[in-house]
């Protein structure tokens, strides 16, 4: 079968959809089918912009392929016959993120036109698709908003071979895409609160001051001598390292739909997380004082959080190991994901 994987593509911007969609591709291609990944350029800012993405992908005609698998808007827009979407994310400044306030969309006439015009379009594209599956996030957004019900489909894990437990280091770990959504500077002014504590934030960064602002802040906490930032884009053997080797990690997005590849890697090596109470789909496998610790969003709690897993090292293991015991009871693969994704 011909498959082609379609996303958005923000230039020099990369996280968990951007992995999933190249892994999804290489998992095709070894279960012996042809498959290419397909890129949509997009830009959000400025919002009306966003009417210009809607044209571009009702507009774009794909031909010389069997089945279609969107991720993301605008590529979900993409017309075919046999398109499958499997929604990872809406433009979530259309939906939760707005009632939020965590939007550039306005709250006038303008901005209700546009957030018309993006609901109305995703309704169609939804409800003319010939399967639709979700993350968890996204498939409780449909319901809510759109009174669609989907098939609810994680993402496995990728490369589990490379994570295991190498024993307890002196840091706890931070990876992920950096950005303000994932809470890295939090993690940082938490440490005023844990004293002894070591944290590592390594990953890709969205913005070029994104390092220089979390090293402020740094310095401004009096955290600098505790705080190592690594802020690339990290080799999946680097990133395996770091995690097989940390204490414990953290993982604070607001509102996640999925549990976050973070996630995932952490229990694969029998490692707790630290999470939030708002971070959303993280806290479907998260569980306070079993598979980790989740607090209120704030400094002290979280500072009170890494202290307990750093000085406790016999609960850290025992939750490390809950954490395992927690992802293998999911037994998510990809065999039984492209089963579904290709039916």
Not at 25 to 54: C, K, N, T, Y
Not at 97 to 126: H, P, Q
Not at 137 to 144: E, K, V, W
Not at 250 to 261: H, M, Q, R, T
Request: hydrophobic share 45%; glycine share 6%; net charge negative.
């Amino acid at each position: 079968m011909k498959v082609l994987v379609l996303n958005n593509h923000v230039p020099f911007v990369s996280g968990g959809a951007e992995e999933l969609s190249r892994q999804l591709v290489r998992q095709l291609r070894i279960a012996g089918h042809e498959a290419e990944e397909m890129g949509i350029p997009f830009s959000w800012s400025p919002p009306e912009r966003l009417i210009d993405e809607i044209v571009i992908g009702r507009s774009l005609r794909v031909v010389n392929v069997d089945r279609i698998i969107a991720l993301k808007f605008p590529a979900y827009l993409v017309e075919h016959e046999r398109k499958v979407i499997w929604l990872l994310h809406q433009f979530r400044q259309a939906y939760d993120l707005f009632d939020a306030g965590m939007t550039e969309i306005t709250s006038d006439e303008s901005g209700d036109r546009l957030r018309s015009a993006l609901r109305s379009a995703d309704e169609a594209a939804f409800r003319g698709a010939y399967k639709l599956f979700a993350i968890p996030g996204a498939a409780s957004r449909l319901s809510r908003y759109h009174r669609i019900t989907s098939e609810v489909l994680s993402s496995p894990l990728n490369d589990p071979e490379l994570f295991f437990n190498a024993g307890a280091g002196d840091y706890i770990f931070a990876g992920g895409r950096v950005n303000s959504a994932k809470r890295q500077a939090l993690l940082i002014e938490a440490l005023k609160f844990a004293p002894d504590v070591k944290l590592i934030v390594a990953g890709p960064a969205e913005s070029e001051g994104t390092e220089a602002e979390l090293r402020a802040l740094a310095i401004r906490h009096g955290v600098a001598d505790r705080v190592k930032l690594d802020i690339r884009f990290l080799p999946r053997s680097e990133v395996a390292s770091l995690v097989n080797h940390c204490k414990a990690a953290a993982y604070l997005p607001f509102d996640e739909d999925s549990v976050g590849y973070v996630t995932m890697e952490a229990f694969q090596a029998s490692k707790p997380v630290i999470s939030t109470t708002d971070a959303g789909g993280v806290l479907d496998i998260v569980s306070n004082g079993v598979t980790g610790l989740v607090t209120s969003p704030t400094p002290k709690a979280l500072g009170d959080a890494m202290t307990t897993l750093w000085s406790n090292p016999e609960l850290t293991l025992k939750m490390g190991e809950a954490a395992r015991q927690r992802l293998d009871d999911l037994d998510l693969s990809w065999p039984k994901t492209l089963k579904k994704l290709l039916a």
